[in-house]
């Protein structure tokens, strides 16, 4: 296993954070090999989710690590590896503040579903459905939207630059989006 680079907006290659990822067809070692890495690389960022396009491979894989419960820190955590995934199901709406390790620095307040039935396919090509509620829910629509090239201030309704205060504080500071992806306008 490796640990990967990761592409952040405003570095190299990061125009693949801007693309569609590829569905996958093959599901040998080369898949394995890709995922073992991911999970290397989320686990030494330390993130909750990583998607393929974030280590500059335009495949739709992401993996997600997250508590079984989000209120209690030594709860096991739970793994995911989605290939090919798709929300079949979205129920409710709530706003909370992500970060994203292709953003570092940053945060946005993000609209996103409470609730999510995610269809994918394991390692080895089995049709998994996940339900998931939340804040993972949260990171699956997150991570989801990576695959399609969309990223969490395209979604924004506010954006931060995090700061530290003098006595260490981490403090969310409103800035201007100038980080949605560009509409196609016809004017000159
Ligand atoms: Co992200």
Not at 23 to 45: I, K, N, Q, S
Not at 79 to 102: D, M, R, T, Y
Not at 146 to 161: I, K, N, P, S, W
């Amino acid at each position: 296993m490796a640990v990967l680079p990761i592409v952040t907006v405003g570095s190299r290659g990061d125009e693949l954070l801007r693309r569609p990822g590829q569905r996958v067809r093959d599901f040998g070692p080369e898949l394995h090999a890709l995922l073992d890495d991911m999970l290397e690389t989320l686990r030494e960022a330390p993130g909750v989710g990583l998607a393929a396009p974030q280590v500059g491979v335009a495949q739709r894989v992401a993996v997600i690590e997250y508590p079984a419960d989000d209120e209690d820190p030594e709860s096991p955590l739970l793994l995911f590896e989605i290939i090919n995934p798709e929300i079949i199901k979205a129920k409710g709406s709530e706003e909370g503040q992500e970060g994203c390790l292709s953003m570092p620095g940053l945060a946005a307040d993000v609209s996103r579903a409470t609730q999510v039935v995610v269809r994918a396919q394991n390692r080895h090509g089995e049709e998994v459905r996940i339900k998931a509620y939340d804040w993972l829910a949260r990171i699956f629509q997150h991570e989801i939207d990576h695959l399609l090239g969309v990223l969490m201030t395209d979604r924004a309704d506010q954006v931060y630059r995090m700061q530290q205060t003098e006595s260490g504080e981490w403090e969310a500071v409103p800035i201007e989006n100038t980080l949605r992806a560009p509409t196609p306008s016809s004017s000159t």
